[in-house]
């Protein structure tokens, strides 16, 4: 039976909407890929010119130099989430729970010690010369910011030392407020083989090598309906088409546009600042150049000292979006500026008189797992989708990419056996909508309340602490529905 998904056109960021890492590196007049003009055919088609879409297409090649391939991206080759975050490198191990629950304990500590290969294979990629990332592994830090948050890592480090693996170092006091270079830190951990990059130099550097070895990409293409139903599925752009043997929906939140991929994530906002160049003021505080620190807090606060400079300090706000609405306020917006920016003075006191020079939304693709979720479009097994990276994905999607590649190109092997790789019959559906958008904003202010009590270690309420175990979690199949202990 053929079926028709009419797809939403993304709202593209205007040149000063930009992250810093696109702006740092990609000229306003910089020509774009030409776009799909004509009808064509391919074994595979990619919705999505992020590194989901070009890691697949990076792994089909390993697996089939020969891989007839296709990619259709909206506006160019990593505008999206790609090129929007905060640029931290670090493994699956501290998400140990969150993989255990979906694919059982021994699977969760092999994609777990993947997620450090992938780091590895990343940085060998940048010693070559092959690929260009700015990536920089002095540590990856975790901090408690409130006493409620105090021994958050213990369990999880007592069981990786009990089955051999010892990816942290546990850090508390003085060692944790020098860790950050901040007086909030409490305690917490440092996973050494971790860090930051330059996400858009990564995207821009895979997107040539695979140019050069004959994938095709197409910019400024954005898919407007999607056809599947018969053995092979159209993609259909303003001025063109690709007829597919295979397709993969790998446009994170935007992919929301299709009722079964919104019913399975949800999308909330991240904001992102950037100062000026401040190195002095960053000596002075002894903020480490390289290192990813992020804390415990609902609405988790990530930055970064970049490589020239600049101090990067991002939120995941939790500020909802409605079914797949993705429009010029979540390219920008200057309220969530203001909240992160006070956050960022809040922290580094010694920064007020820094200017800021960059700032930018970028929607996040949140599943109830907090992992990404990949299945196919009901009735059509050969269109598989790839969404729910909720916010942890540069040294996760090197590996889930193996999976994606096998399964399209019917490999059958570890990856392609994974049970990450097929959920069928175990993904927990979100709320429906509007419920879905009007819930998520209660919740949220019931988040904030807790974040602001925790810091000054007042009680939370029992309205609020309710309001918040109606956030998503996973349930395994047949499991009943119990709220969340918050």
Known sequence: MTRTYRMRRPVSAGSDERSYWIQSVRDRDEPYLPALSGDHRARVAIIGGGLTGLWTAWRMLELDPEADIAILEADFCGSGASGRNGGQVHTWFGSLDFLRAVVGRDEALRLARATDD????LEELQRSGRLDMDLRLEGFVNVSVAPAH???????????????????????GASAR?????????????????????????????????LARGVRIYERSPVTELVTGGVAAELRTPDGSVVA???LIASNAWAGSIPQINRVMYAVDGQVVVTRPIPEVLDEVGLRPGRAISDSQMQVLYLQRTVDDRLLLGQGSGLPIFKDCLERRTNRNPRLEVEVTAEL??????????????????????????????????????????????????????VVARMLAAKLLDVDDEWSRSPLADQKGRITKIFPEPLRYIGARIVRRAV????????????????????????????????EYVPPKP
Not at 195 to 209: E, I, W
Not at 459 to 477: D, E, F, Q
Request: charged residues 25%.
């Open 245 to 247: 043997d295979r397709v």
């Open 448 to 479: 904030i309340r807790r974040v602001v009590r925790e810091r000054t270690n007042r009680r939370i309420g029992w309205v609020t602490r309710s309001l918040i175990a109606l956030m998503p979690r996973y349930r395994g199949p047949g499991d």
């Open 150 to 172: 105090d021994g958050g890592w213990r369990d999880t480090i007592r069981e990786l030392d009990a089955l051999g693996d010892h990816p942290y170092e546990w850090i508390e």
């Open 118 to 121: 992938a780091i590895s294979e």
């Open 345 to 398: 003075h809040r922290m580094y006191p010694e920064t007020r008189d820094a200017a800021i020079d960059y700032a930018w939304v970028g929607p996040i693709d949140i599943s109830a797992t907090h992992l990404p979720i990949i299945e196919a479009l009901e009735e059509a097994p050969n269109v598989l989708y790839c969404v729910g990276w909720t916010g942890t994905a540069l040294a996760q999607i090197p």
């Open 178 to 210: 020098e860790a950050t270079a901040a007086a909030t830190s409490r305690e917490g951990v440092l996973e050494p083989h971790s860090g930051t990059m330059h996400p858009y130099k990564l995207v821009a550097s895979m997107r040539d090598d695979l």
